[in-house]
C-alpha cells in the first residue's frame, strides 16, 4: 500500500481514503495504480475515485478488471457488522430456540411509542502525520509579531440601558463626523443642522445619523437625519437617477453627510450629493519585511455531521509538508499565521433542529475535538482566533472572546484569542477580521447586494466606515460606550466568514477575504437553496500582498 501512496505523491498528488479503496479493490491493485500514473492526463493536488473512474471510462482496457469485487463486498458487510457490534455496545445473538418470537400486530389498539434512539456520539479522529524530514519550513525561522489594535475583550461595560445606547450613538457620530470633515473636502464647511435652518444658505452641508430612510408615493427618496441639535428631511429627486442609486444605498443608524439646498417653501433639503467617508486611495499600506504568508480557515464547525473530515485532513497534511507538489509545500512552509474568523464548532441551538445534524451535541465536547484537531498544525504556526454567531459567547456583537473553560482546552497551543470584530496587526500588516453576521443585513436593506457576493457587501462597509450600522435587524448589536463596529481605520486585509463561500477581491488596495467553510451544505443551507464553496484556504504573503487560494475540496 505504501508503494502505491508514494507512486502518487512523487509526482505531488495526494490519494485520497476512498480512492485508495478503490485502488485496493481492484485484482492487482500495483499493475493498476502504474496504469493511472501512467494514464493520468495531469496530477491533481487530490486524487479522487472520480479522476480514476475518468482515466478508466478513456482506457477501456483496465487491467485485471473487478477479480477481487466480490471479496472487498464480503469485507464491507463484516466491516459494517462490525461497527453496528462497536457502536451499539451488545454482540448481537440470534434468537433462542425456546424464545418465542414477539412481533407488531398492526390492528393492535394499544402500541406503545417507541422512544427516538439516542444520537451516537461521533468525535473526528485525529490522523497520525509523521514528520517529513525533507521539508524545513521557513516560517519556523522567523517570530511571531502579533499586535492586537482594537479588540472589545476585557473593554465590555455596557448594561443594555438606554443611556448605553445614547453613548454609542454619540460616539459613532463624533468619530464618523469626523472623518467625513477631515477627509471629505465637501464637508468642510458643514454645519449643526439647526443652524443650516436659520440661514438662507444655497449649498447646505450636514452630517447627521440616518433616522428614516424610505421611498415616497411619488417615487422620491427621504432621508431624515439628525445631529445633536435638530433634524432635517432631506430628499432625493426621482429625476436624479445617479443619485438615487447612491440613495439606494443609505440603510438606517448610518452617518452620512449631505449637501444640497433648502426647498422653495424651507421645509426640505434637496439632495445634491450624499458623501460617505470612503477609502481614500492615498491610503498608506503595509508589508511584512521578512517572506511570511497568512492563511485564513473560517466557520470550521466542529460537531456538525457536515464538518468536512476527508478536505480537513488533506489540510492537515498539506501544513505539515506531507502533500502537494513543491511549489505548494513552499507556500505551506511559508505560512506562519492562521487567522479563524469564527464559527470554530457548530455550537448548539443556533436554527432549528440543529440537534439532529450534530455529531457532537455537547458544546464543550465540540471544542474539545477541535483542540484535538489543532494539535496537529505545526507549532511554529501561531492561530488567531475569532468567535462567530455558532460559538458558545455572547450573541450580541462586538463578541468577546470565549471564556476562560474553552481557553483552557487549548493550553499549550500557540493561539491568541481574540474577539468579534477586532483589529490586529501580523508584522506590521493591519487586519481587519469580522464573522460578518450583518452580511445578511446589508444584503436584505441594499437592493443590490446579494447575500452570496460577500466581497461586495465588504466593499459597502469600507465605504461606510461600519460593520453593522442598523439596530434591530438579523445582527444583535451590545450597546458599547465605545462603537466597536466602526472601521476608524484602513485595514490592510479585512476579512469575513459566516457566508462559507471563498472569494477574494480588492477595494481601493485592501485586500477583502470571505474566508469559506469546512462544512459542506447544511440542511437549512438546502433548505434555502444555498451551495457553499467550502474547504478552501484563502492565503496572503505578508511581503507582497499577492493572495492565493488553495482548493482541498474533492467534491
Ligand atoms: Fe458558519
Known sequence: MKEIIKSFSDHGTFVQSDTLDYILSKGNPHEFASFLTKNLKEYPLVLTVDHVKQVEQRNKEVPDEKKSSKGSLKIKEMQAKMFSVLYSGEIPAGPSPDTELEYDDPDKDDQIDV?????????????????VKSWKPQAAEYDSEINIIKDVTGNSICEGTTDDFNKLFLNRFNSLKKILRVQRRELANAMPINRVKKNDLNDIQIVGIVKEVRTTTNGHRLIELEDETDSAVCIVLKQNRDLLNIANEVVFDEIIGIRGKLSKNGDLIVINSIVYPEVSIQNQHHKSEVPLYAAFLSDIHVGSKQFMQDEWNSFLHWINGDMGNSRQRD??????????????????????????????????????????????????????????????????????TFEKEIQDLFSGMDITFVGNPCYFSLNGVEILSYHGQSLLDFATNIQHLKYNDPVETMKIMLKKHHLAPTYGGYTPLAPEHMDYMLIDRIPDIFVTGHVHLAQISEYRDVKLINASSWQSQTSYQKMLNFIPDSAKLPIVDLKTSNVTMMDFNKK
Open 115 to 131: 422512544p427516538e434512539e439516542e444520537p451516537k456520539e461521533f468525535i473526528p479522529p485525529v490522523i497520525n502525520i509523521s514528520k
Open 331 to 400: 507556500v505551506a512552509g511559508k505560512i506562519k499565521y492562521i487567522v479563524i474568523p469564527g464559527d470554530v464548532v457548530d455550537g448548539i441551538g443556533i436554527y432549528p433542529n440543529q440537534d439532529k445534524e450534530l455529531s457532537i451535541s455537547d458544546v464543550y465536547r465540540q471544542y474539545e475535538a477541535l483542540a484535538e484537531q489543532i494539535k496537529t498544525i505545526p507549532d511554529h504556526i501561531s492561530l488567531i482566533m475569532q468567535p462567530g454567531n455558532h460559538d458558545a459567547v455572547r450573541p450580541a456583537e462586538p463578541q468577546p
